[in-house]
């Protein structure tokens, strides 16, 4: 086969004596995405829309959903990887960049009154500001390697969907994304004897971007079974960019879990300012969806990103989030809330991106059956 320069190596941004088509790894896990999130304060609604790149399995694919009330609309579509990778489009999905690192633009086109459609304009009001080197082992390999940044901003335009629709004002939706690219699993792996040999025992996953007014607080963290942090990070950024950001401390975030479940109902996370002065962040969450349903992450069983689904193929459905029996194992996947926070006195909005599996001796999960315990009636 014959590979012809792409319109992307007209540009000098090349890493590697490799032309833009091709990435620097031949891992068929490579991937290149982003992912949005829009949500009223009132929390009624939240939007989440992504669109990746698979450059060595030849796929781009892309989802928007909205949680509205119980119920989640779904536009998923997937096509065959062309040449111009410029152009951020599959399906009814589209992400133009307006002004990178300022201003861009989500559009689905709908499939009806009552279909899920939005013309969303994100806008920058912080530094994009970087998230700590992913790594991850499925027993001695690196199957996960992953560089990212997060930003904040608002949002302004439409949302449809099931006869309803929302306007977007930046005073009362709140709007923040996540770049990542490397080598992340996608489904079709074979995991080999030495994954199969070092299971999995637990995963604790904490991931917070924080809008204030004039302010931009990032937490993250993971952790292993018995507690051991692989990912930590706690970062304030400043709107006024000729402050320097404020790294603050080690992160301990509490979570208050419904009784008998392991799903969040508010947080405080714990942390610390350079002088050493504790700083305490409260959260309540509004309502959340977890990324396995419709948005395709794992354990998703009717799509998950990356997979090959012929060309042009576009799908379309709702969930009941209410229904155990329409939502199955993708409903135990990491979930989003949009949550309020507090922080000094001052509301702010975020995602809080939460996900608790197997043992974790912190939280006092012992085992993958392991949930919050029920109080006793006073």
Aim: aromatic letters at 10%; proline letters at 7%; glycine letters at 12%.
């Amino acid at each position: 086969m014959v590979f012809r320069p792409v319109p992307l190596d007209e540009y000098p941004v090349h890493q590697a004596p490799l032309s833009m088509r091709h990435v620097a790894t031949g891992d068929r896990n490579a991937y290149d995405r982003c992912i949005f999130h829009v949500f009223d304060h009132a929390g009624r609604a939240l939007l989440i829309a992504g669109l990746g790149v698979y450059p060595n399995t030849g796929v781009i694919d892309a989802y928007v959903t909205l949680k509205a009330g119980r119920t989640l609309h779904a536009v998923r579509a997937s096509d065959a990887l062309g040449e111009d990778r410029m152009t951020l489009a599959v399906g009814p999905v589209r992400i133009e960049v307006v002004e990178p690192l300022r201003t861009l633009r989500v559009v689905c086109a709908g499939d009806g009154p009552e279909g899920l459609a939005c013309d969303v304009t994100w806008q920058a009001e912080f530094p994009a500001v970087w998230e700590p080197h992913h790594l991850g082992y499925s027993g001695d390999r690196l199957t996960l390697e992953g560089r990212r940044f997060v930003q904040a901003g608002g949002a302004s335009g439409w949302i449809r969907a099931g006869g309803e629709e929302f306007t977007l004002t930046p005073q009362e939706w709140t709007a923040t994304r996540d770049r990542s690219w490397g080598v992340r699993p996608i489904p079709g792996e074979q995991p080999g004897r030495a994954a199969a040999e070092h299971r999995t025992e637990g995963f604790h996953w904490v991931w917070c971007p924080i809008r204030f007014r004039d302010r931009f607080v990032m937490v993250i963290l993971q952790e292993d079974a018995d507690g051991y942090r692989s990912l930590n990070e706690a970062v304030l950024v400043h709107a006024d960019t000729s402050r320097h950001d404020e790294q603050l401390g080690w992160p301990q975030v509490d979570i208050a879990y419904r009784p008998g479940t392991r799903v969040p109902t508010g947080a405080t996370l714990h942390l610390t300012d350079a002088a050493r002065k504790p700083v305490e962040i409260h959260a309540r969450l509004l309502g959340g969806t977890p990324l396995a349903v419709g948005a395709g992450y794992p354990p998703a069983q009717d799509w998950q990103h990356g997979t090959w689904q012929g060309r042009g193929w576009v799908d379309r459905r709702r969930y009941d989030l209410s229904d155990p029996a329409d939502l199955g194992l993708a409903g135990y996947g990491v979930t989003d809330h949009a949550a309020r926070f507090t922080l000094d006195g001052e509301v702010g909005h975020g995602v809080f991106e939460h996900g608790s599996f197997g043992r974790h001796d912190p939280s006092g999960f012992a085992d993958f059956s392991a949930v919050a315990p029920h109080t006793r009636e006073v």
